[in-house]
């Protein structure tokens, strides 16, 4: 803590005051001169005096429906929002020629150039993995069928100021419309989109603001915070950290939102050993509610929303248009990686051998698991990767990552993992080479680009501390490792040790509390292209792949499983995802959002509704109307 203590005198003595960009989305709010005498726009009762009624309708109400709002009603509700409703079609409306949309050269730009841009991100509809849309109006050259809606939203308020947020919330609510948030659209299993809904996109909500001294209300943060839209992505807050020679932790995905679904689904990072989750990093936030009310929540005001959204999920309790975010000093980021591979000749030592024996490969492959402990309790983060290559050929990457590391003290420091692959057969040799340092959160010049979207599915473990230091567990976890491998299956690992203690004691957080006593969280990758397979086909791979999830688990027991990487489909996920916070969070639940204004599958509460029509693909996709059950 004393290079924290210096760090901040010479930023107090450099910059009395908050250097701002623009912040006024935060303070664009909905007052009642808006309404005026609009009944759709109203604010809802407050959380107390509003109770579920009997006669409370089924379903939300969905287009063609004789409760949908007319034409006249959403052109009006467009103008309270001084225009800015899309109706947007999918992106790749652009490549059907049955499509009003058809633009070859459009279509060109998608199939050859999209990834290399931020297209895909600044897209009002488009979200990662595409089977929970339904697989509608997919990518391609040439594509059959017609262009459809499927499981994208009807209509979308691209949200610039908080006025806009409680505006669509307020409509929503009022008229029983579907409602989801959608950011970045990185989320795992469509948390972010649904048939017939309205959309509130927070994507363009990009303020910065450094605060060199803050003092978190009621908490025992004292020092350099960030004051960030939540429509930031990765790669736009490291810019500014950068500028302010700050360093703000995040994922390692540069396209991700750093302050929408990472940080209220819990938020892992290279930076975890250190100073903890996404969660810990939050010291207060912008929300507003199912009421279409705007508030702070902190330590000491709204305590359930500032406890449930830091790792209780979001799409759950209200929208986050900004927050107060810890920022700390700058560091670097020191990486020493190496791959070696099961093959069919020996090469010679390098820094990604080649190896003939597969008992030798699989006894480094728990050498290198086994360093994990090491590395986490050494403030560093261990990303592997166990990878089939077929003809039971096998790579084992690892990179250790480790923060506040120069390269000589990185190879001390994995030097006995070295020397123990060597011993085993490995010929790994890590020279500096082979080596990286570079500043965490530096400066990204432009968008990196990402996408296009595929239909993929994962299943994903976190594994208590117990697992690694008992020897018998630690046999079961890796042979259950080493069975998905061989089945098929990637199976990434990143162990850290996010506790308490690093995240600074932070007032408790909604997050699972399993993520406290975590040494990795895995996840297992399925290759299986779940958007062209008959629902049959579709439920048997994902069954297969369950089977091999039992056996982690059962070398787990205390686990869980990260929320913002999983399956949906995991057993007993209220208890996967949240462990014993779940009913602590189902009770905010009911008291911040008793009419369910925001749903999003596998969110807390969210069992009383489901998506209908989904058994036509076999996958629990959004593309139906939302119902009661
Ligand atoms: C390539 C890739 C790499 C990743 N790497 C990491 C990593 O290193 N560490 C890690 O922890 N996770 C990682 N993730 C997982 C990531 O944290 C989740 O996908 C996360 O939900 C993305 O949030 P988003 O806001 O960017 O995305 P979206 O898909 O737009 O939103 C995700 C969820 O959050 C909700 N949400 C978004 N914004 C708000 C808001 N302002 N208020 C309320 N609810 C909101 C949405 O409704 C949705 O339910 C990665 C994901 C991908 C695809
Ligand atoms: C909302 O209004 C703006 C500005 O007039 C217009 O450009 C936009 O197309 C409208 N949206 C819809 C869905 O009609
Ligand atoms: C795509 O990129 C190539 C260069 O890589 C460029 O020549 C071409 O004009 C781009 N096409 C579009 C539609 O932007
Ligand atoms: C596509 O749309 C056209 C015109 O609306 C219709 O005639 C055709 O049957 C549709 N094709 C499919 C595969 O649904
Ligand atoms: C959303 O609004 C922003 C800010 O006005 C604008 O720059 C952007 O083009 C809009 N996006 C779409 C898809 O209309
Ligand atoms: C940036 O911060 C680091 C860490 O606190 C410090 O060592 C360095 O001198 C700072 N650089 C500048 C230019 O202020
Ligand atoms: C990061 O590494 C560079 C090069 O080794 C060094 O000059 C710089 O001081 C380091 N920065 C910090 C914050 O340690
Ligand atoms: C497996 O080996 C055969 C025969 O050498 C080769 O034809 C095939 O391409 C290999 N498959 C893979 C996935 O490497
Ligand atoms: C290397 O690590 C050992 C312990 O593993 C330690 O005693 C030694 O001081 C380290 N050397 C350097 C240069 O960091
Ligand atoms: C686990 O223990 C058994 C029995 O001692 C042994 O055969 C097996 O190789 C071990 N597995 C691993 C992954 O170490």
Redesign the pocket.
């Known amino acids: 803590m004393a290079h924290l203590t210096i760090f901040l005198a010479s930023v107090v003595a450099l910059v009395p005051l908050a250097t701002g960009f623009d912040f006024s989305h935060a303070d664009t709010t909905l007052a009642g001169r808006d309404i005026g005498s609009s009944s759709s726009i109203a604010f809802g009762h407050t959380s107390r005096s509003a109770l579920i009624r009997r006669d409370a309708p089924k379903c939300k109400v969905f287009p063609g429906d004789r409760n949908w709002p007319s034409d006249s009603e959403w052109l009006r509700f467009n103008s309270s929002l001084g225009g800015a409703l899309l109706k947007p079609r999918p992106a790749a409306a652009v490549c059907y020629r049955s499509s009003p949309e058809y633009d070859a050269a459009a279509c060109s730009f998608l199939l050859n150039n999209a990834t290399r841009t931020n297209f895909f991100f600044d897209d009002p509809l488009t979200i990662l993995t595409q089977w929970p849309q339904g697989n509608t109006c997919p990518l391609s050259a040439n594509p059959t069928g017609n262009c459809t809606q499927g499981g994208f939203p009807t209509y979308v308020a691209n949200a610039t100021t908080v006025k806009h947020v409680q505006l669509a919330v307020n409509f929503a609510r009022n008229n029983n419309i579907r409602l989801v948030i959608k950011n970045t659209g990185h989320d795992f299993f469509g948390r972010n989109t649904g048939a017939g809904a309205l959309s509130i996109w927070t994507h363009n909500l990009k303020s910065f603001e450094l605060l060199p001294q803050y003092s978190q209300p009621g908490g025992n943060y004292r020092g350099a915070a960030a004051r960030v839209g939540s429509g930031l992505q990765i790669w736009e807050a490291f810019t500014h950290a950068a500028e302010h020679n700050v360093s703000l932790l995040a994922g390692s995905c540069l396209t991700v939102g750093a302050y929408g679904g990472y940080i209220t689904g819990g938020g892992h990072s290279p930076l975890s050993s250190l100073y903890g989750l996404g969660v810990d990093q939050v010291l207060s936030l912008q929300v507003v509610t199912a009421d279409g009310k705007v508030v702070t929540a902190d330590a000491t005001t709204n305590q359930d929303l500032y406890f449930a959204l830091r790792g209780g999920g979001g799409s759950t309790y209200g929208v986050v248009t900004s927050a107060i975010v810890k920022a700390h000093?700058?560091?670097?980021l020191t990486i020493a990686g190496f791959t070696f591979t099961l093959g069919r000749t020996n090469s010679p030592p390098g820094p990604n051998p080649t190896i003939t024996s597969s008992e030798t490969f699989w006894k480094g492959f728990n050498a290198v698991f086994k360093f994990g402990l090491p590395t986490a309790d050494g403030g560093g983060y261990l990303w592997t990767n166990g990878i089939p290559a077929g003809n039971n050929s096998y790579l084992m990457q690892a990179r250790v990552q480790l923060p506040?590391y120069?390269?000589s003290q990185a190879a001390n420091f994995t030097a006995p993992l070295i020397t123990e692959l060597n011993a085993l057969g490995i010929p790994v040799v890590l020279d500096t080479a082979a080596i990286t340092?570079a500043?965490y959160s530096g400066r990204v010049a432009s968008a990196p680009g990402g996408g296009p979207p595929s239909s993929s599915r994962f299943a994903s473990r976190l594994f208590p501390r117990h697992s690694w230091e008992d020897p018998i567990l630690f046999n079961a976890t890796m042979d259950a490792a080493r069975k998905t491998v061989e089945a098929g299956y990637t199976f990434h690992g990143l162990n850290m040790a996010p506790t308490e203690k690093a995240g600074g004691f932070s007032p408790p957080a909604g997050v699972n509390p399993v993520w406290r006593k975590t040494i990795m969280h895995a996840d297992v990758f399925d290759p299986t292209n779940y958007g062209t397979l008959t629902a049959a086909e579709a439920d048997a791979a994902h069954q297969k792949l369950q089977s091999h999830m039992e056996a982690i688990r059962a070398a787990t027991p205390g686990g869980g499983a990260y929320y913002n990487e999983a399956d949906l489909q995991e057993p007993d996920w209220q208890t996967a995802f949240f462990g014993e916070n779940y009913g602590k969070l189902l009770k905010i639940k009911r008291a911040r959002d008793p009419t369910q204004v925001f749903w999003a599958p596998g969110t807390v509460g969210s069992e009383g509704w489901a998506v209908q029509g989904q058994e036509q693909s076999g996958l629990p996709t959004q593309n139906g109307r939302l119902c009661r059950v």
């Open positions: 000093p700058a560091i670097n506040g120069t390269i340092t500043p």
